[in-house]
Protein backbone atom coordinates (compact mmCIF):
# COMPACT_ATOMS: atom_id res chain seq x y z
CA UNK A 1 0.00 0.00 0.00
CA UNK A 2 1.51 2.94 -1.15
CA UNK A 3 1.85 6.37 1.45
CA UNK A 4 -0.89 8.00 -0.10
CA UNK A 5 -2.98 5.04 0.03
CA UNK A 6 -2.50 4.79 3.79
CA UNK A 7 -3.49 8.83 4.19
CA UNK A 8 -6.66 7.66 2.70
CA UNK A 9 -7.18 4.71 4.57
CA UNK A 10 -6.23 7.05 8.18
CA UNK A 11 -8.03 9.75 7.26
CA UNK A 12 -11.24 7.70 6.54
CA UNK A 13 -10.86 5.65 9.61
CA UNK A 14 -11.07 9.04 11.43
CA UNK A 15 -13.95 10.39 9.94
CA UNK A 16 -16.18 7.43 10.60
CA UNK A 17 -15.00 7.89 14.26
CA UNK A 18 -17.01 10.86 14.37
CA UNK A 19 -19.35 10.04 12.04
CA UNK A 20 -20.46 6.83 13.20
CA UNK A 21 -18.91 7.34 16.82
CA UNK A 22 -21.18 10.42 17.65
CA UNK A 23 -23.87 9.16 17.44
CA UNK A 24 -23.66 5.84 18.70
CA UNK A 25 -22.16 7.56 21.98
CA UNK A 26 -25.34 10.12 21.52
CA UNK A 27 -27.83 7.03 21.49
CA UNK A 28 -26.54 5.75 24.45
CA UNK A 29 -27.45 8.75 26.37
CA UNK A 30 -30.61 9.17 25.33
CA UNK A 31 -29.99 11.88 22.66
CA UNK A 32 -32.89 11.70 19.59
CA UNK A 33 -30.37 11.23 17.23
CA UNK A 34 -31.94 11.32 14.32
CA UNK A 35 -34.04 14.79 15.06
CA UNK A 36 -30.73 16.27 16.82
CA UNK A 37 -28.87 15.75 13.48
CA UNK A 38 -31.36 17.46 11.52
CA UNK A 39 -31.49 20.38 13.78
CA UNK A 40 -28.22 20.54 13.48
CA UNK A 41 -27.98 20.46 10.01
CA UNK A 42 -30.17 23.28 9.36
CA UNK A 43 -27.59 25.97 9.58
CA UNK A 44 -25.35 24.67 7.55
CA UNK A 45 -27.59 26.36 4.27
CA UNK A 46 -27.14 29.27 5.79
CA UNK A 47 -23.58 29.03 6.60
CA UNK A 48 -23.54 28.26 2.97
CA UNK A 49 -25.48 31.02 1.48
CA UNK A 50 -23.46 33.56 4.15
CA UNK A 51 -20.63 33.05 2.40
CA UNK A 52 -21.21 33.78 -0.90
CA UNK A 53 -20.18 37.53 -0.87
CA UNK A 54 -17.12 36.80 0.80
CA UNK A 55 -16.30 33.76 -2.44
CA UNK A 56 -17.22 36.01 -4.79
CA UNK A 57 -15.24 39.08 -3.90
CA UNK A 58 -12.33 37.13 -3.27
CA UNK A 59 -12.65 34.92 -6.52
CA UNK A 60 -13.09 37.69 -8.60
CA UNK A 61 -10.29 39.61 -7.39
CA UNK A 62 -8.24 36.74 -7.30
CA UNK A 63 -9.37 35.64 -10.26
CA UNK A 64 -8.63 39.04 -12.28
CA UNK A 65 -5.05 38.70 -10.48
CA UNK A 66 -4.29 35.65 -12.48
CA UNK A 67 -5.82 35.88 -15.54
CA UNK A 68 -3.99 39.47 -16.07
CA UNK A 69 -0.79 37.78 -16.05
CA UNK A 70 0.17 39.49 -12.33
CA UNK A 71 0.15 36.24 -10.84
CA UNK A 72 2.60 34.75 -13.32
CA UNK A 73 4.54 37.69 -12.91
CA UNK A 74 4.95 37.17 -9.00
CA UNK A 75 5.59 33.60 -9.81
CA UNK A 76 9.07 34.57 -11.43
CA UNK A 77 9.49 36.28 -8.14
CA UNK A 78 9.39 32.87 -6.08
CA UNK A 79 12.89 31.18 -5.95
CA UNK A 80 12.44 27.90 -7.76
CA UNK A 81 13.74 25.62 -4.44
CA UNK A 82 10.33 26.93 -3.30
CA UNK A 83 8.28 26.21 -6.49
CA UNK A 84 9.70 22.70 -6.51
CA UNK A 85 7.91 21.93 -2.90
CA UNK A 86 4.51 23.26 -4.99
CA UNK A 87 4.63 26.67 -3.12
CA UNK A 88 3.23 29.05 -5.91
CA UNK A 89 2.04 32.85 -5.55
CA UNK A 90 -1.29 31.64 -4.89
CA UNK A 91 -0.49 29.07 -1.66
CA UNK A 92 1.82 32.31 -0.67
CA UNK A 93 -1.53 34.53 -1.16
CA UNK A 94 -3.50 31.68 0.98
CA UNK A 95 -0.69 31.58 4.03
CA UNK A 96 -0.87 35.47 4.24
CA UNK A 97 -4.72 36.19 4.33
CA UNK A 98 -5.64 33.47 6.57
CA UNK A 99 -4.30 35.30 10.18
CA UNK A 100 -6.43 38.02 8.61
CA UNK A 101 -9.93 36.46 7.64
CA UNK A 102 -11.06 33.18 7.87
CA UNK A 103 -13.38 33.56 4.79
CA UNK A 104 -11.34 35.38 2.47
CA UNK A 105 -8.34 32.64 2.70
CA UNK A 106 -11.34 30.11 2.25
CA UNK A 107 -11.72 32.47 -0.97
CA UNK A 108 -8.64 32.04 -2.06
CA UNK A 109 -8.37 28.07 -1.73
CA UNK A 110 -12.13 28.42 -3.77
CA UNK A 111 -10.22 30.16 -6.69
CA UNK A 112 -6.98 27.13 -6.01
CA UNK A 113 -9.66 24.61 -6.51
CA UNK A 114 -11.49 26.18 -9.49
CA UNK A 115 -8.33 27.32 -11.04
CA UNK A 116 -6.13 24.02 -10.49
CA UNK A 117 -8.86 21.57 -10.24
CA UNK A 118 -9.88 20.08 -7.03
CA UNK A 119 -7.91 16.97 -6.96
CA UNK A 120 -4.80 19.10 -7.81
CA UNK A 121 -1.29 19.10 -5.52
CA UNK A 122 -1.97 22.70 -4.69
CA UNK A 123 -5.73 21.92 -3.65
CA UNK A 124 -4.88 19.67 -1.23
CA UNK A 125 -1.52 21.63 0.24
CA UNK A 126 -3.93 24.75 0.76
CA UNK A 127 -6.96 22.32 2.32
CA UNK A 128 -4.02 21.31 4.69
CA UNK A 129 -2.75 25.12 5.52
CA UNK A 130 -6.45 26.12 5.84
CA UNK A 131 -6.80 23.04 8.32
CA UNK A 132 -3.71 24.27 10.04
CA UNK A 133 -3.52 27.53 10.76
CA UNK A 134 -6.06 29.87 12.16
CA UNK A 135 -7.34 34.13 11.77
CA UNK A 136 -4.21 34.56 14.59
CA UNK A 137 -5.39 38.24 13.91
CA UNK A 138 -9.05 38.56 14.06
CA UNK A 139 -9.34 35.93 17.51
CA UNK A 140 -6.30 38.05 19.21
CA UNK A 141 -8.71 41.41 18.61
CA UNK A 142 -12.08 39.52 19.92
CA UNK A 143 -10.27 37.82 23.27
CA UNK A 144 -8.16 40.68 24.23
CA UNK A 145 -10.60 43.29 23.23
CA UNK A 146 -13.44 41.19 25.36
CA UNK A 147 -11.24 42.29 28.90
CA UNK A 148 -9.99 45.74 27.35
CA UNK A 149 -6.34 44.60 27.09
CA UNK A 150 -4.27 46.60 25.20
CA UNK A 151 -0.74 45.15 26.02
CA UNK A 152 -1.14 41.63 24.05
CA UNK A 153 2.52 41.00 25.26
CA UNK A 154 3.52 37.72 23.58
CA UNK A 155 0.12 36.14 22.24
CA UNK A 156 0.13 37.87 18.82
CA UNK A 157 3.79 36.37 18.44
CA UNK A 158 3.59 32.97 19.28
CA UNK A 159 -0.12 32.81 17.01
CA UNK A 160 1.94 33.76 13.86
CA UNK A 161 4.99 31.93 14.46
CA UNK A 162 2.85 28.73 15.02
CA UNK A 163 1.12 29.56 11.88
CA UNK A 164 4.14 29.53 9.87
CA UNK A 165 5.22 26.09 11.41
CA UNK A 166 1.83 25.36 10.60
CA UNK A 167 2.37 26.07 6.99
CA UNK A 168 5.94 24.35 6.95
CA UNK A 169 4.39 21.13 8.83
CA UNK A 170 1.86 21.39 6.06
CA UNK A 171 4.37 21.63 2.92
CA UNK A 172 6.03 19.45 4.35
CA UNK A 173 3.58 16.57 5.32
CA UNK A 174 2.14 17.16 2.04
CA UNK A 175 5.36 16.39 -0.04
CA UNK A 176 5.74 13.57 1.80
CA UNK A 177 1.84 11.99 1.40
CA UNK A 178 0.78 13.84 -2.00
CA UNK A 179 4.47 14.47 -3.83
CA UNK B 1 -6.16 45.76 5.65
CA UNK B 2 -8.87 43.87 3.10
CA UNK B 3 -9.82 46.45 1.50
CA UNK B 4 -6.55 48.10 0.56
CA UNK B 5 -5.43 44.24 0.03
CA UNK B 6 -9.01 43.74 -2.49
CA UNK B 7 -8.65 47.17 -3.99
CA UNK B 8 -4.84 46.52 -4.58
CA UNK B 9 -5.36 43.42 -6.32
CA UNK B 10 -8.42 45.53 -8.61
CA UNK B 11 -6.12 47.97 -9.78
CA UNK B 12 -3.04 45.91 -10.18
CA UNK B 13 -4.87 43.71 -12.32
CA UNK B 14 -6.28 46.05 -14.37
CA UNK B 15 -2.91 48.06 -14.89
CA UNK B 16 -0.84 44.33 -15.48
CA UNK B 17 -3.70 43.30 -18.04
CA UNK B 18 -3.15 46.64 -19.78
CA UNK B 19 0.68 46.28 -19.88
CA UNK B 20 0.64 42.70 -20.79
CA UNK B 21 -1.94 42.73 -23.73
CA UNK B 22 -4.60 40.82 -21.60
CA UNK B 23 -7.20 42.70 -21.07
CA UNK B 24 -9.27 40.25 -22.84
CA UNK B 25 -8.91 37.60 -20.90
CA UNK B 26 -9.04 39.64 -17.38
CA UNK B 27 -12.60 40.94 -18.10
CA UNK B 28 -14.03 37.17 -19.46
CA UNK B 29 -12.51 36.06 -16.31
CA UNK B 30 -15.01 37.75 -14.18
CA UNK B 31 -17.81 36.50 -14.77
CA UNK B 32 -16.69 32.67 -14.86
CA UNK B 33 -15.35 33.88 -11.24
CA UNK B 34 -18.81 35.09 -9.95
CA UNK B 35 -20.35 32.04 -11.45
CA UNK B 36 -18.18 29.41 -10.10
CA UNK B 37 -17.57 31.48 -6.54
CA UNK B 38 -21.79 31.05 -6.55
CA UNK B 39 -21.11 26.93 -7.25
CA UNK B 40 -18.78 26.73 -5.16
CA UNK B 41 -20.82 28.02 -2.22
CA UNK B 42 -23.79 26.27 -2.93
CA UNK B 43 -21.83 22.95 -3.74
CA UNK B 44 -20.28 23.69 0.51
CA UNK B 45 -24.07 22.75 1.23
CA UNK B 46 -24.32 19.39 1.62
CA UNK B 47 -20.95 18.79 3.77
CA UNK B 48 -21.32 21.56 6.36
CA UNK B 49 -25.01 20.10 7.06
CA UNK B 50 -23.90 17.10 7.71
CA UNK B 51 -21.09 18.16 10.08
CA UNK B 52 -23.22 20.52 12.02
CA UNK B 53 -25.83 18.21 12.28
CA UNK B 54 -22.85 15.15 13.80
CA UNK B 55 -21.36 17.93 16.14
CA UNK B 56 -25.13 19.13 17.17
CA UNK B 57 -25.24 15.48 18.82
CA UNK B 58 -21.99 16.21 20.19
CA UNK B 59 -22.86 19.02 22.33
CA UNK B 60 -26.30 17.55 22.88
CA UNK B 61 -25.14 14.01 24.14
CA UNK B 62 -22.77 16.11 26.73
CA UNK B 63 -19.53 14.42 24.77
CA UNK B 64 -18.04 17.87 24.46
CA UNK B 65 -18.36 18.69 28.22
CA UNK B 66 -17.61 15.41 29.25
CA UNK B 67 -14.11 16.06 27.49
CA UNK B 68 -13.74 18.91 28.70
CA UNK B 69 -14.09 18.29 32.32
CA UNK B 70 -11.20 15.09 31.08
CA UNK B 71 -8.80 17.62 29.96
CA UNK B 72 -9.36 19.42 33.45
CA UNK B 73 -5.86 17.97 35.04
CA UNK B 74 -4.46 19.08 31.97
CA UNK B 75 -5.14 22.52 31.67
CA UNK B 76 -3.54 22.98 35.65
CA UNK B 77 0.17 21.94 33.84
CA UNK B 78 -0.53 24.18 30.60
CA UNK B 79 -1.96 26.77 32.56
CA UNK B 80 0.45 27.05 35.85
CA UNK B 81 -0.83 30.62 37.30
CA UNK B 82 -4.15 29.25 37.26
CA UNK B 83 -5.22 28.01 40.77
CA UNK B 84 -7.03 24.40 40.89
CA UNK B 85 -10.87 25.03 40.67
CA UNK B 86 -10.88 27.66 38.82
CA UNK B 87 -13.68 28.84 36.89
CA UNK B 88 -11.13 29.87 34.03
CA UNK B 89 -10.24 26.24 33.77
CA UNK B 90 -13.57 25.16 33.15
CA UNK B 91 -14.12 28.26 30.67
CA UNK B 92 -10.83 27.80 29.00
CA UNK B 93 -11.28 23.54 28.57
CA UNK B 94 -15.11 24.15 27.15
CA UNK B 95 -12.93 26.58 24.41
CA UNK B 96 -10.58 24.28 23.58
CA UNK B 97 -12.50 21.30 23.39
CA UNK B 98 -14.95 23.10 20.78
CA UNK B 99 -12.30 24.15 19.30
CA UNK B 100 -11.20 20.84 18.58
CA UNK B 101 -14.29 19.87 17.43
CA UNK B 102 -14.82 22.93 15.01
CA UNK B 103 -17.64 24.54 17.13
CA UNK B 104 -16.88 28.22 16.11
CA UNK B 105 -20.37 28.90 17.39
CA UNK B 106 -20.16 27.21 20.68
CA UNK B 107 -16.27 28.64 21.57
CA UNK B 108 -16.09 31.95 21.01
CA UNK B 109 -18.71 32.42 23.80
CA UNK B 110 -16.60 30.00 25.98
CA UNK B 111 -13.88 31.33 24.75
CA UNK B 112 -14.55 35.06 26.19
CA UNK B 113 -15.90 34.15 29.35
CA UNK B 114 -12.52 32.03 30.18
CA UNK B 115 -10.52 35.87 28.67
CA UNK B 116 -13.03 37.47 31.72
CA UNK B 117 -12.07 34.18 34.35
CA UNK B 118 -8.71 35.13 33.14
CA UNK B 119 -8.85 39.04 33.89
CA UNK B 120 -9.96 38.55 37.77
CA UNK B 121 -6.61 36.49 38.32
CA UNK B 122 -4.93 39.70 36.54
CA UNK B 123 -3.35 41.94 38.78
CA UNK B 124 -1.92 44.33 36.32
CA UNK B 125 -5.26 45.30 34.40
CA UNK B 126 -4.61 46.36 30.82
CA UNK B 127 -1.90 43.74 30.52
CA UNK B 128 -2.34 40.38 29.48
CA UNK B 129 -1.06 37.85 31.64
CA UNK B 130 1.00 35.03 30.85
CA UNK B 131 -2.21 32.40 30.71
CA UNK B 132 -4.08 34.34 28.82
CA UNK B 133 -1.17 34.29 25.69
CA UNK B 134 -1.06 30.74 26.17
CA UNK B 135 -4.47 30.28 26.01
CA UNK B 136 -4.48 32.89 23.14
CA UNK B 137 -1.41 31.39 21.51
CA UNK B 138 -3.03 27.70 21.45
CA UNK B 139 -6.41 29.12 20.15
CA UNK B 140 -4.71 30.84 17.25
CA UNK B 141 -2.61 27.56 16.45
CA UNK B 142 -5.55 25.70 14.60
CA UNK B 143 -6.91 23.49 17.16
CA UNK B 144 -9.64 22.00 14.63
CA UNK B 145 -9.65 18.21 14.18
CA UNK B 146 -11.15 17.49 10.99
CA UNK B 147 -11.10 20.80 8.68
CA UNK B 148 -14.48 20.42 7.20
CA UNK B 149 -14.56 23.81 5.56
CA UNK B 150 -11.40 22.73 3.48
CA UNK B 151 -13.25 19.05 2.69
CA UNK B 152 -16.88 20.65 1.81
CA UNK B 153 -15.01 22.99 -0.76
CA UNK B 154 -13.01 20.18 -2.04
CA UNK B 155 -16.16 18.49 -2.46
CA UNK B 156 -17.71 21.44 -4.20
CA UNK B 157 -14.81 21.25 -6.53
CA UNK B 158 -15.54 17.69 -7.74
CA UNK B 159 -12.82 15.99 -6.30
CA UNK B 160 -12.62 12.28 -6.08
CA UNK B 161 -11.19 12.07 -2.40
CA UNK B 162 -11.95 15.39 -0.65
CA UNK B 163 -11.26 13.44 2.94
CA UNK B 164 -7.76 12.63 2.28
CA UNK B 165 -6.53 15.87 3.46
CA UNK B 166 -7.75 14.82 6.96
CA UNK B 167 -4.56 12.67 8.22
CA UNK B 168 -2.49 15.19 6.90
CA UNK B 169 -3.78 18.11 8.43
CA UNK B 170 -4.58 16.62 11.91
CA UNK B 171 -0.44 15.90 11.51
CA UNK B 172 0.40 19.24 10.59
CA UNK B 173 -2.29 21.10 13.13
CA UNK B 174 -0.48 18.99 16.08
CA UNK B 175 2.93 20.72 14.73
CA UNK B 176 1.35 24.12 15.33
CA UNK B 177 -0.30 23.30 18.27
CA UNK B 178 2.62 21.72 19.82
CA UNK B 179 5.11 24.65 18.86
CA UNK B 180 2.39 26.95 19.97
CA UNK B 181 2.51 26.10 23.39
CA UNK B 182 6.66 25.62 23.50
CA UNK B 183 6.56 29.03 22.36
CA UNK B 184 4.53 30.71 24.55
CA UNK B 185 6.42 28.81 27.59
CA UNK B 186 9.68 29.76 26.52
CA UNK B 187 8.25 33.56 25.82
CA UNK B 188 6.67 33.52 29.25
CA UNK B 189 10.18 33.51 30.90
CA UNK B 190 11.81 36.09 28.45
CA UNK B 191 12.97 38.89 30.80
CA UNK B 192 11.15 41.48 28.77
CA UNK B 193 7.25 39.90 29.18
CA UNK B 194 7.94 39.71 33.20
CA UNK B 195 5.64 42.63 34.91
Not at chain 1, 129 to 156: C, D, N
Not at chain 2, 128 to 145: I, R
Amino acid sequence: MSINESASTISNLILLVFLVGIPVYGALKGVKVYETFVEGAKQGFDIAVNIIPYLVAILVAVGMFRSSGAMDILTSFIPSSLKDLGITSDIVALALTRPLSGAASLGILGEIVSSHGADSYQAKLGSVILGSTETTLYVVAVYFGAVSITKTKYAIHAGLVADLIGVIASVTVCRIIFG
Amino acid sequence: MLNLIWLGLLVFSAITALLTGNLKQLVNSVPDSAMNAFKLSLGLTGIMALWLGIMRIAEKSGLTEKLSLMIAPLMVRIFPGVPRGHPAIASMASNLIANMFGLNNAATPFGIKAMKDLETLNSAKGSATHAMCMFLALNTSSLQLVPFGAIALLAAGGSKDPTIIIFPAIIATSFSTISAFCIARIMSRMKRYQD
